[in-house]
């Protein structure tokens, strides 16, 4: 069998911590915050954000979970907090950008 080299495409692997269980792991939980979310709000609510006031909003939350999570608050789980906020923010950036052709 022959394939494409792996050279110069994402390997997401890399994203996962070797020996750490699988509920532990940081891109698990973020996605399990998303499960919650859409049970919560519908799939893919949160793709309906698309001005800069919601990005505004995305980007004080981020930094609000980061500073929860950097002072050790742990009565949620801040660091998805931050990642859903970060992942948020960059596709409302990114619709506004590409709003008018960008």
Request: glycine share 8%; proline share 3%.
């Amino acid at each position: 069998m022959m394939r494409d080299a792996e050279d110069g495409k994402p390997n997401f692997r890399f994203i996962m911590v070797p020996g750490m269980p699988f509920d532990e792991q940081l891109i698990t939980r973020w996605a399990n915050l998303m499960v919650r979310g859409a049970k919560k709000y519908g799939d893919y609510n949160w793709t309906n954000a698309n001005s800069e006031e919601e990005l505004e909003r995305f980007k004080a939350s981020a930094l609000r979970h980061m500073l929860q999570w950097q002072c050790g608050d742990e009565k949620e789980d801040h660091s998805t907090g931050v990642m859903y906020n970060l992942m948020a923010a960059e596709m409302v950036k990114w619709k506004l950008k590409n709003k008018d052709g960008g």
